[in-house]
């Protein structure tokens, strides 16, 4: 906790993973850009202090399974945090909005019906270009968002 502007006590969760416990779901569509979306993923959850053996990786066929695999492992109760990762490329039917729409609102409810921090590095681009320009930073980002939030709800429950 630290003192806002304000002198209102505030909450920001810390960047420390050592005692968190982490799961990962990777959809295994478009796999060369998912895996360095993982890569980046566990590299800074290793810089971040989570222990290899609190990480579990779990693959699932595609964006639209992610979910129930997060649920599956939301409901064990055995994690800190939780990572969605996958990439959605525009193709040209309704498809792409169907899975976009659907598995990012999907990961959303199971985080809210759990009171879980899920980071959701569900990729949605335009072409392969962009997705290649995305992997590493988002899943070093999604690594970062998932310890910050962990923390933070630790703190203010």
């Known amino acids: 906790m630290q003192d806002s502007d304000q002198g209102l006590p505030s909450f920001e969760g810390a ?28 590299a800074e959850l290793s810089v971040l202090g989570v222990p290899t053996e609190a990480i579990r990786h779990v693959t699932v066929p595609g964006a639209l399974e992610v979910p129930l695999a997060l649920q599956a492992l939301a409901e064990t109760n055995d994690y800190d945090a939780l990572i969605a990762l996958g990439c959605i490329i525009r193709g040209e039917t309704y498809h792409f909005e169907l899975v976009a729409n659907e598995s990012g609102a999907a ?51």
Not at 16 to 37: C, E, H, K, M, P
Not at 142 to 148: C, K, Y
């Open 15 to 42: 960047l420390d993973g050592s005692d968190l416990t982490v799961a990962i779901v990777q959809a295994r569509f478009n796999d060369a850009i998912t895996s360095s979306l993982a890569s980046a993923c566990l």
């Open 107 to 157: 990961v959303t409810r199971v985080g809210l019906d759990h009171g879980l921090p899920i980071a959701n590095a569900i990729l949605t681009v335009e072409n392969e270009a962009q997705a290649w320009a995305r992997a590493e930073p988002k899943g070093r980002d999604a690594a970062r968002v998932a310890v910050e939030m962990a923390n933070l709800l630790k703190e203010i429950a």
